[in-house]
């Protein structure tokens, strides 16, 4: 069985830092930080089964839905976020309110992605 280290430290020094809240609501623990940097290089949909097949006969890599339910909301949104620097669809604010977050965390999550966009470039 094959081992795949990761680093998920910032390649660059330009690359925008975490921002710090005081507000707690507004800030996202550690954990998910490391969601959404991760969600730069996964897909934003679920796949179908015709898309595995597909995938297990090109070789190509699907994202796995996390276990836990409100870090694949957040996964789901940042990574449609990382695709199109904008929510695909209303469902996807609605799984992050539903799954606890706040209007303050979605606003933080589209500007700090934004932000990390316009960086790349």
Known sequence: ???????????????????????????????????????????????????????????????NPLADPRLEALRQAAAGLWRCNHYRSGMQIHALLSNGYSFDQISLLSDWIAEQRAATR
């Open 1 to 63: 069985m094959a081992y795949l280290a990761h680093d998920f430290a910032p390649a660059t020094t330009a690359e925008a830092p975490i921002p710090s809240n005081d507000t707690a609501e507004a800030a996202f623990s550690s954990r998910e930080w490391t969601v959404i940097r991760m969600a730069r290089h996964d897909r934003a949909r679920r796949v179908s089964r015709l898309g595995r097949l597909a995938g297990l006969i090109f070789g190509l890599r699907h994202a």
